[in-house]
Structures are given as structure tokens and as C-alpha cells.
């Protein structure tokens, strides 16, 4: 529906599939998720042998597992964008994390990537990371374009496809969630052309802001709308189809888990990053002098940032500011401030009500922690789903953008996965000298050469950026190489250990400009 299928490169035109709001749905994705087992015996995290049965080949099976990279043609239509990589580590089972890529193919286009952290379940990131883009692609485009394609419809014609998915390999039997939302789309589109205060004139920066603003809040706005329609069909329709309560994709399931989301949006040499949560976007920026600095374009929405905190504070009364916030978590349980989904936080306290009693059926086959409202339940809407929008202009210094979920920022230091992204587009490490510095010892000179080792075999080892960065987030050894021990017990955690350890880690490295070398 509206997308372009097949070859990348295959142009064409498709009839518009039209269906009801629930469509039966399609098991979700099988990630590819491997793992080794962990030795046996007394100790709690006993993994001696792992290291020892742990090979080089088999760590790469698993780190290359969900890798993907792709160059887009140069001309127009790529925006400046030369290409990405992407991979994704899993550590939930099954992984809540997701990942999208497209380019906008009418009016002006542009090229949007997301990463998308799912909670309390991967219904709600998955359906975002399927259905946010073609939202964006409606609040950006010119409005005698969406009469156009209004008309299409009307007439049953052909209709051109609004999006060109950059696939990634796992994800090619899947739809792209089009079809199931077309009626909740075409609504939005339809109230855009029935808003005769809106301005038809050419997009300037502030409309894109403003569009983005606009497709995450409708999308939030119907994925709610949906679940309260699925909430009120009689039980006799739904009790015949025993497995619609329980598919990952049934619209209470995606209503009670939530995502956080970080999507770059970039045309005609413009870079807009709309956040929600606390995943990350961070610019990697070449300096004169061919040193690499790191630019954050997002803020988290969490309780250690400070405006953020203010602001949910100040949209309640002064007798519940003990409780809207308590242990770093909003009401005490969820950590983002800000997310798609969670409607337990959203919905009137009637409306929860009305859940609670009712539908036990989807209750059960829900995380343990969305099987009862939040505590100190009292003024909703507790969470928005209303994102922070950064606009910057790409210069020629600006070589590469990296989004990536909270997995990786907690393991690694901003500035640092900039230099190791740089260093590997690069090849840095194989040219830059090392001169001896006053007071250094042959010690500290033996150290940095078997660093440089260790970096110059990591940087050949891996073609995609996002696997160099994943093999150094997990095997870093303190001094920028990576040890092979500590990497193979990383991956060797079994599901029930992992979680421990890390979150899962989904990163998306954009290419803006060519490095120098």
C-alpha cells in the first residue's frame, strides 16, 4: 500500500490495497539472534570456557547477524545522504528494538531513518517503525498532492507509491504495515486537506518541524483511537478468533507496550532529528585538523534532564509532585519521559478501568508489569508523545550521524563511538604516527603500538560501521582495542543473563560527506 516493493531500483505503480482497520496479522519478524551456552557449575556467572569455544568465526556469525549497509545512487533524490549502515545486537528475547530506512519519493523527497526502542514488548516499536514514515510523508507533502492521491482513491485508480523502504534482509517477508493502517492514514491526509488555514505554499524549515510535530502526535493520537475501537467490539466477534487477543499485532497488545523513537529527516542538504525518549542522535564532525568531535542533536526525556523533569512536574497539581515522578520513574515505573504507546499513562482513569475488567483475555498474555495500572493513578495524560525537533544544516565538516538506542549509550561515551566510527570510515589508524611524547616509557610505547594493533585489525575486519562500533562496545579492553575474551563472553551470556548485562543495541550510522583522509 503506497510503497514501492522488490528491487530498490524498480520504479512502478501499484494498486492501492484498501482494508479493514484490523487486517489478520502476519507472525512479527524472527531476528536473528544467536547465542552460546554458558558454563555450568556454582558460580552464578561461571563463563571460563566460553573465550576457549567462543571462535573468531562464530563471534562474527553473531555480531554480523542483523548488519546491513547500503549506498544510495548520488543525485537528487539522495539528499546528500550517501549511504548507511546498520546492525542490531539482541538481548530481550524476542527483541523489542527496531529499525526503519526510506526514502519520501513525491513532491521534494527526502530520506528518513528511525530507531525505535521498544518496552513492555515489541508490539508497539514494531508497528511504529512500520507505520511513522508514511505519517511523515503525509504531514510534509504539498496539500494539492494529497488531493491528488485523495482522488486516486476515490476513482480506484493506481495510485504512485509515497515511500522506497530500504529494506534490511530480515525484514523483506513483512509487510510494511501500509495496509493495515491505510483508513487511520487517509483520515489524516483528508483532515490536511480540509484545513483551510493551512499554508500550500512551499515547505520552509519551520513546516518540517512542524510536520514532524504533527505525524508523531496523529500517529499516537490513532494507534489510541484504534485500541479504544478493538476495546469496544462485542466479545462474541473477537471470542472467534481466540488468537487475535493474543497476536503481537492486535492494537490493545501494541496500546499496552510503548516505544521510544529517534528519526532523522533529511532534504536538499537540511537534517532534522525528531526525538522521543532517550535514544540518541550524535553528529560526527571532521575538524580542520582532521580530529573528530561529537555533536549531540538530542536530549534525553528522563528524569536527569532537568527541563524535562520540570515540565512533567509542572503539568500537575502541587499534592501529587511526591508521586509523578519517584525513583527516577514516572509514577514509579516507566523511565522515558516521553514515548509512543503506553496508553496506560494516557488514557482516562474510566477508560483503564473499563480494560482492567474486561479484557483479562489480552492482560494475559501481556508483560507482568502492563497487567495493572500505575500507582498514583490521579491527573492523566502522565507521558506525551510530542517530539523535540533539532534542525541543523549539513556542512561539508559534517561526515556522518549516528542514531542508536539507549543500548549503546550506556556502555559507551558519545565522543568515543564518533572516534571509532570516524576512525573506521578512515582508515586513521593505519596512517597516524606515533611520536613519543616527553616522559613516555617504553612501556606506554609498547601499550600504544599494541593498541594500534588491535584497532588496525578490528577497523579490516569489519566493512560495516555498525558492527566495528557493536565489536568495541562489547569487547572493549580500556585502551581502544578489543579483547577477544571479554567479547566472546559478552555474546555467550545466555537470554536469562544478557538482559543483565545490556539492553538490547540498535545503531544506524548515516554518511553525510566523504572523510578526509
Request: hydrophobic share 35%.
Amino acid at each position: 500500500m503506497l510503497t514501492r516493493t522488490g528491487s530498490l531500483g524498480g520504479f512502478g505503480w501499484f494498486d492501492l490495497q484498501q482494508c479493514r482497520y484490523f487486517c489478520s496479522p502476519p507472525p512479527l519478524p524472527e531476528f536473528s539472534r544467536q547465542h552460546y551456552p554458558a558454563a555450568s557449575g556454582n558460580r552464578k556467572y561461571r563463563m571460563r570456557h566460553e573465550a576457549g569455544q567462543t571462535t573468531s568465526t562464530q563471534i562474527n556469525q553473531i555480531l554480523r547477524a542483523n548488519e546491513y549497509s547500503h549506498t544510495l545512487s548520488r543525485g537528487p533524490a539522495s539528499h546528500g545522504v550517501l549511504g548507511f549502515h546498520s546492525n542490531m545486537l539482541p538481548s530481550n528475547n524476542p527483541v523489542e528494538d527496531r529499525r526503519s530506512s526510506a526514502t519520501c519519493l513525491p513532491g521534494g523527497g527526502s530520506v528518513q531513518f528511525g530507531v525505535f526502542d521498544g518496552h513492555a514488548g515489541p508490539a508497539c516499536a514494531h508497528t511504529v517503525s512500520q507505520r511513522l514514515f508514511y505519517y511523515i510523508a503525509v504531514a510534509t507533502l504539498p496539500r494539492r498532492m494529497l488531493a491528488e492521491l485523495e482522488q486516486a482513491v476515490e476513482e480506484e485508480r493506481a495510485v504512485p507509491p509515497l515511500l522506497e523502504w530500504h529494506k534490511y534482509p530480515q525484514d523483506h517477508s513483512y509487510p510494511d504495515g501500509g495496509a493495515v493502517s491505510f483508513h487511520s492514514l487517509r483520515n489524516y491526509w483528508q483532515e490536511r486537506l480540509e484545513d483551510e488555514d493551512e499554508d500550500d505554499e512551499e515547505e520552509d524549515n519551520d513546516q518540517v518541524t512542524s510536520a514532524l510535530v504533527s505525524a508523531f502526535r496523529r500517529l499516537d493520537n490513532d494507534l489510541s483511537v484504534e485500541a479504544q475501537v478493538y476495546l469496544s467490539m462485542s466479545t462474541p466477534r473477537w471470542g472467534s478468533l481466540p488468537a487475535e487477543a493474543f497476536s503481537l499485532y492486535s492494537p490493545l497488545r501494541v496500546a499496552l507496550s510503548g516505544c521510544t523513537a529517534c528519526v532523522a529527516h533529511i532534504s536538499n542538504g537540511v537534517l532534522h532529528v525528531a526525538n522521543l525518549g532517550d535514544s540518541r542522535a550524535v553528529l560526527g564532525v571532521q575538524e580542520s585538523d582532521g580530529r573528530w568531535s561529537a555533536v549531540s542533536l538530542t536530549n534525553d526525556h528522563n528524569a536527569q534532564n532537568q527541563d524535562e523533569l520540570q515540565r512533567i512536574l509542572g503539568e500537575h497539581p502541587e499534592s501529587e509532585q511526591k508521586t509523578v515522578v519517584r525513583h527516577d520513574r514516572l509514577l514509579g515505573v516507566l523511565l522515558p519521559f516521553r514515548a509512543f504507546g503506553d496508553f496506560r499513562f494516557k488514557w482516562s482513569a474510566e477508560m483503564l478501568s473499563r480494560l482492567y475488567e474486561t479484557r483479562a483475555d489480552v492482560l494475559s498474555a501481556v508483560s507482568e508489569v502492563s497487567r495493572m495500572p500505575p500507582p498514583h493513578y490521579l491527573t492523566p495524560p502522565y507521558l506525551i508523545a510530542e517530539p523535540e525537533v533539532t534542525r541543523h544544516v549539513i556542512r561539508p565538516s559534517d561526515k556522518f550521524l549516528v542514531l542508536a538506542s539507549d543500548g549503546l549509550w550506556e556502555l559507551m561515551h558519545r565522543q568515543t563511538v564518533i572516534q571509532l566510527v570516524g576512525d573506521q570510515l578512515t582508515g586513521l589508524q593505519q596512517q597516524r604516527p606515533i611520536i613519543p611524547g616527553t616522559g613516555m616509557t617504553l612501556g606506554t610505547l609498547q601499550r600504544l603500538l599494541l593498541e594500534r594493533k588491535g584497532q588496525v585489525l578490528s577497523v579490516l575486519e569489519d566493512q560495516n560501521a555498525s558492527t566495528h562500533l557493536l565489536r568495541h562496545t562489547l569487547g572493549n579492553d580500556g585502551y581502544g582495542a578489543v579483547a577477544l575474551n571479554r567479547l566472546a563472553k559478552m555474546l555467550s551470556l545466555p537470554p536469562e543473563l544478557a538482559r543483565r548485562y545490556r539492553d538490547d543495541i540498535t545503531i544506524t550510522i548515516i554518511q553525510l560527506n566523504e572523510p578526509e583522509p
